[in-house]
């Protein structure tokens, strides 16, 4: 069963879709996000919630506003001066836009998958290690532990356990992708944000990464950008589509993509993206 929710903007009208299916135990609530770039109005009157340990897809055509609205969940959209954001942002009822909380301990609480991985400038082992020592463990017999835990956690220690003081740079891009994974899990975050995170990478890859999401749900909440229908339809608990800084629909993928309500799902669905 669908609850409508029906608001009429200046020129048209939105519906806002929630599943009664979903998992209503949220870890992450948005509320009336609204971000500009001077008088570009990018996300309007956001209002969502991410369902722990479910992977929640954030689905749109390019320049919807996907990757803003992951930007502003770990305050990454402070770097952007020329972004104005207002509204609420709550992870576990501490609302992080307004707040005189110290911003990196907040953006620990979410490990950042990018488009492209971004190994640092350091061995393998460093790159795992860096993400411990941002949460102030010093023995090395523990980062040691640590280090092995998080490389097999995301498949990649028999892969490089015997070359951990190489450059990351001498692993395919795949690889780089699942140690930066093992650096941002090395922080202990409770949200992974994942942007776009398979689209560099070969079908293989992909499918390697994809599969490591459906096992590190049961740990973490992980909120998915893509605008591969096909991507959401094989991950997604939860499906948030967006269209021109709009939520336009939300619910699970079954009751979304069997039953589309609006006429821009029903376009982007056909499209075949």
Request: aromatic share 6%; net charge positive; glycine share 6%.
């Amino acid at each position: 069963m669908y609850l409508l929710k029906e608001e009429m903007m200046t020129h048209n009208k939105m519906i806002n879709i929630v599943d009664t299916d979903i998992d209503t135990d949220s870890i992450l609530q948005i509320s009336n996000l609204n971000v500009y770039a001077g008088d570009h109005h990018i996300l309007k009157n956001v209002n969502l919630r991410i369902p722990k340990n479910k992977i929640t897809v954030l689905l749109g055509p390019s320049g919807c506003g996907k990757t803003t609205l992951l930007k502003c969940m770990n305050r990454l959209s402070d770097l952007y001066k020329e972004l104005d954001v207002s509204g609420h942002i709550y992870i576990e009822n501490d609302d992080i836009l307004n707040t005189y909380k110290n911003i990196p301990s907040i953006r620990q609480k979410m490990g950042l998958l990018s488009q492209r991985p971004y190994p640092l400038p350091m061995s393998i082992y460093k790159n795992v290690a860096y993400g411990l020592k941002l949460k102030g463990i010093r023995d090395k017999n523990l980062i040691d532990y640590n280090i092995e835990r998080h490389l097999k956690e995301v498949g990649l220690w028999d892969e490089v356990k015997d070359r951990l003081h190489n450059s990351p740079h001498s692993l395919s891009i795949g690889q780089q992708q699942r140690l930066c994974l093992a650096r941002g899990l090395a922080v202990k975050p409770r949200i992974i944000l994942a942007d776009e995170p398979t689209s560099a990478l070969d079908p293989i890859s992909s499918k390697i990464i994809e599969n490591l999401f459906k096992g590190l749900k049961k740990h973490y909440t992980i909120v998915l950008v893509t605008h591969v229908l096909r991507q959401a339809v094989r991950l997604a608990d939860n499906v948030i589509f967006m269209s021109h800084g709009e939520i336009i629909e939300q619910g699970s993928p079954e009751h979304l993509f069997k039953n589309p309500q609006t006429d821009k799902l029903k376009e982007y669905m056909v499209d075949g993206n």
